[in-house]
């Protein structure tokens, strides 16, 4: 197998796992309707949904093991004989199947989009349960002052965000793609990547404590909807 080869299957691999992301936020989405529109917690469709989700989760955490560990290997082969190039499939094999044997299905329930998926299903059944025609008036005017405190632009690109993370840390929202590059770019400067929201003290946002939040994009989509219609 050619080092080229390798490079072409983990590029493949990451692009497989940027669509198990996007299939993720799809399940999200749906349960959040079945929560809004059945007020159930037990209803088995989101319940199935929650199973799918942990799957991915377990194959999206498998595919950032491999990577490791090809990258790994890889890196080791190219610094012996040409001939180290005929075990690499073995070794990748080996290592790989040690770590995963170590890995706990509990620590499933960590993965940022697990974390997601529960938050914004718990988040529907709270607004699902707001039966009354006052509570649904309160309700809109709790949404309306939400969308007001939490502004829907990103304060790094300054335009609307359609990927918004929340920091777990601070409480701030931020567009996905461009909190993760400047944590990247910062990490390359060996630096810590500080909130870029004026004023905000924390000083070491890190992508682990990103959590993507599928209300507020949701809230995002139908204010987009409905400057659309007027």
Do not use: W
Not at 17 to 35: E, F, K, P, R, S
Not at 109 to 125: G, R
Request: glycine fraction near 2%.
């Amino acid at each position: 197998m050619s080092l080229s080869a390798v490079h072409g299957t983990l590029s493949s691999l990451k692009s497989c796992q940027a669509d198990i992301g996007t299939g993720m936020d799809i399940v999200t989405d749906v349960a959040m309707d079945l929560a809004e529109a059945h007020d159930d917690e037990m209803n088995p469709g989101i319940k199935e949904m929650e199973a799918m989700i942990l799957e991915c989760a377990k194959l999206d955490r498998e595919i950032n093991y491999f990577v490791d560990v090809v990258q790994q290997v890889t890196a080791e082969v190219t610094t012996q004989q040409p001939e180290a190039m005929f075990s690499l499939s073995a070794k990748v094999k080996e290592q790989f199947t040690e770590k995963i044997a170590r890995l706990s299905d509990a620590d499933l329930h960590t993965h940022q989009k697990v974390m997601a998926f529960k938050e914004s299903v718990k988040n529907s059944f709270k607004q699902a349960n707001q039966e009354s025609a006052e509570s649904m008036e309160e309700l809109d005017e709790d949404i309306a002052v939400t969308q007001s405190q939490v502004n829907f632009t990103c304060p790094l690109t300054q335009v609307e965000m359609v990927n918004p993370v929340k920091n777990k840390k601070c409480n701030h929202h931020y567009d996905e793609a461009a909190i993760l590059s400047l944590i990247k770019t910062r990490h390359s400067q060996k630096k810590k990547c500080r909130c870029p929201v004026v004023g905000c003290g924390n000083t070491d946002v890190k992508d682990s404590d990103l959590i993507p939040d599928q209300m507020l994009r949701r809230r995002i989509q139908s204010y987009k909807r409905q400057n659309n219609r007027t």
